[in-house]
């Protein structure tokens, strides 16, 4: 295991945290932008997946740069539809 595969998966475990604690959160306190992060921070595990996928299993064979650029992009969206429509 080389020092990338180590930085992709600690990176796909904070995002997986952060989702998780965002999600909890809005389950004890149904406050809207919690739910919108952390449905952004679950988009944003996907992409990190995406990304251990792509360059450590794929290696060289596939490149899946443009449906991880999407699926960051998407959470992005989920977070600033949160931000815009559902701020107090």
């Known amino acids: 295991m080389n020092m990338a595969s180590i930085v992709y998966f600690l990176g796909t475990i904070v995002t997986f945290a952060c989702a998780w604690l ?20 679950v988009g944003l595990t996907l992409a990190n997946i995406l990304l251990w996928v792509d360059l450590v299993v794929l290696a060289s064979d596939v490149s899946l740069y443009r449906v991880r650029l999407g699926t960051a992009a998407v959470a992005m969206l989920l977070l600033l539809y949160g931000l815009i429509f559902e701020s107090e």
């Not at 959160?25 to 739910?35: D, E, Q």
């Open 22 to 41: 965002l999600l909890r959160a809005y389950v004890s306190t149904r406050t809207k932008l919690l739910l919108w992060s952390g449905l952004c921070f």
